[in-house]
């Protein structure tokens, strides 16, 4: 057998053996049964260049601004009670292809990141980091509108 192919071989075994012992952490997706389908990325962060606002006054609906991703618009519309999220409706996801599949899946992902960090400070989620980073975007837009 050439060298060649035996480097092939061992390389190949290595990513295997790497990819295989990757261990996703405990997230929301395994609630939706889609156990290292749309894992939360650990240490990552979805959060707009400018500073966070945490929800902290206002009641009522807020709609986001659409914000463009590589595979279509994001827009969500966030509802507060008492100064508190008590929910985060995703108004426009890409939706075309596979893209739409991912954004199906991974938007009660995001929902509950939302509702949990009550700040548009919320983790990406692995394989819609682009999706992830423009709900960010048109929460905190949403946000911005609930303290004005």
Known sequence: MPKRAIAAIITTALALALLFSFKTPASSASALGLPGRAAVAPGTSAAPAAPLTVA??????????????????????????????????????????????????VAPILQGEAISAQSASIDTVSGA??????????????LDQAHA
């Open 129 to 142: 980091t682009y999706t992830s980073q423009a709900y960010a975007q048109s929460l905190q837009s949403a």
């Open 56 to 105: 902290t006054k206002g009641s009522g609906t807020f709609t986001g601004v659409a914000v463009q991703d590589p595979y279509g618009q994001v827009q969500v519309q966030v509802t507060m009670t008492g100064g508190k999220i008590t929910d985060v409706t995703a108004l426009q996801l890409p939706s075309q292809g596979r893209s739409g599949f991912i954004s199906q899946s």
